[in-house]
């Protein structure tokens, strides 16, 4: 690198203003800029010098509408596409600095996108799963390891690994394509919608194997979801997507307390938020913000004197 | 007479090989001309089977058994003529899930004009149709656009309109709003309600969004292939754990309030909607303070 690249580089390290700063984050967007079509007449900026840190170990789920940026950004994480200016850090380092080892990467930032059930292709459910981990290179031992692992993850029975994968149900196909990247055991675990067209428990299913993946391996994961209830309830941290940029970033309690913000800008926050807001311009207040029906249970125990599990 | 009559509708499909598939087992259930039903069911409970029965687009009718009377013509009956498949497109129009398969033509108003063009609808009249039908879904504006550079919302809309112009009594939409984002949600449920409200059109919305349902005349919820449920949105939500056992779950202002009433708070509904609920909290609120 010459002298002056090196200094500019610097320079760009200092005046990024990082949202929801760690002091050692897993993933770190510096000034990332993505502009589609450029040069064209449908040039357009879909992330606008985004700096942001996915914080290491957590859960992290991002929001934000249709175009706001957010898948741009999950397709930046594991190098799929490459940032028109900015850098991409995974442990501190510039995903890009070996352009030709980008394919290392993808081994260590996992992506699971949307509708992931179309991308199944083997004979059985479990030689799908083992695909990842074959191409990685492990034993067969510790194929067979992960493979069972990551249907534990998700839910599919023992009975099922020998299926044709073709035969299974919309939501069991979809668990099929999730695990088979948890068997990769990558460091970053991306989902892109990975409940969507799901039923209601079918949604709880995936999202609860995701949880118990992130706190059970300790990895970090990012899920892009539209729905705020999802979210409010599963996710450590919130990064809020508008207009090409961070809206804001931070712990779900400090993002649902902005609740006002989000509806603002079109998000649909949690019935539960939207039931709270209603209630304070009538004069009821509470002392937390209120999310999940579980905290809003205990918190209106508490407001009513009722018994059992009722507050303090 | 009800607009739609199904009585004792039994369906099973083959796979290659092996014994039929049962999905549907003794379904009776009348929809009225002009009801907004919304039909609730996990993945798999046979829900869009019925509906795409109703308008004759499942590929296999061998273990078909029972009746569908659709404005009184069976619609799995043996000796239906074309003349009838026809009539039966013409009373009802179906809107699927995924807006980018629904969209056949490059610019929009000429996918609108597809459907009621293979009607038959002559000239001056299909114009009319068509603009008036771009103007129902608010899309006027993007008469002369590309289908594939709309959002998915608006997409969705393009379908709609493209039905609307077909002028059909019943419109059902299978899980239209599944692969939306809120936004795309709100406008596509707005488009329907409107139909309904406005248009006195019979709407029959199959999701598993429960917000959707509350907002209905009627919600029927179907499990493993047999009614489980059918009445107002109130009835249907005070089966809490039939619900449950149905893979389904209640919208969180209406567990909440269920869940305070199980702890003795004293409530009264309905509690259908956030707004529903933030009432009868509001009273219970004021009672105990006052």
Known sequence: ?312 | MPLIDIKNLSYAYREEEGEPISVLKGIDLSINEGEYVVILGHNGSGKSTLAKLMNMVVDDYEFAQGQILVDGIDVLSEEITDDDVLNLRKTVGMVFQNPDNQLVATIVEEDVAFGPENLGIPHPELRERVDRALETVGMSRYAHHEPHRLSGGQKQRVAIAGIIAMMPRVMIFDESTAMLDPIGRREVIETLEMLNREKGITVISITHYMDEAARADRVIVLDDGKILLDGTPAEVFAHKEKLRAAGLELPQCTALCYELMAKGLKLEGPFNTPEQCAEALTRAYRRREG
């Open chain 1, 1 to 312: 690198m010459s002298k002056k690249k090196k200094l500019m580089a610097e320079t760009e390290l200092a005046s990024a203003e990082i949202i929801h700063p760690a002091e050692d984050p897993k993933l770190r967007l510096l000034n990332v800029s993505y502009i589609y079509s450029k040069g064209t007449p449908f040039e357009m900026k879909a992330l606008d010098s985004v700096s942001l840190d996915i914080h290491r170990g957590k859960l992290t789920g991002i929001i934000g509408h249709t175009g706001s940026g957010k898948s741009t950004m999950v397709q930046l994480f594991n190098g799929l596409t490459t940032p028109t200016s900015g850098k991409v850090l995974l442990d501190g380092e510039d995903i890009w600095a070996k352009p030709k080892e980008i394919g290392k990467i993808r081994f260590r930032v996992g992506l699971v996108m949307q509708y992931p059930e179309y991308q199944l292709f083997e004979e059985t459910v479990s030689a799908d799963i083992a695909f990842g981990p074959k191409n990685m290179g492990l034993s067969g031992e510790e194929i067979i390891e992960r493979v069972n692992e990551a249907a534990s993850f998700v839910g599919l029975p023992q009975n099922l690994m020998d299926q044709s994968p073709f035969d299974l149900s919309g939501g069991q196909k979809r668990r099929v394509a999730i695990a088979g990247i948890m068997a990769m055991r990558p460091e970053v675990l991306v989902l892109d919608e990975p409940a969507a067209g799901l039923d209601p428990q079918g949604r709880r299913a995936i999202f609860s194997g995701i949880k118990r993946y992130n706190r059970e391996t300790g990895c970090t994961v990012i899920i892009v979801s539209h729905s705020m209830e999802d979210m409010a309830e599963f996710c450590d941290d919130v990064v809020v997507m508008a207009h090409s940029k961070v809206l804001m970033a931070g712990s779900r309690d400090e993002i649902f307390s902005h609740a006002e913000k989000l509806e603002e800008v079109g998000l649909d926050i949690p019935q539960i938020t939207r039931l709270a807001l209603m209630l304070e311009k009538e004069g009821i207040t509470f002392p937390e913000s209120l999310y999940t029906v579980g905290y809003a249970t205990e918190a209106f125990a508490a407001l009513f004197d009722l018994g059992e599990g009722g507050g303090v």
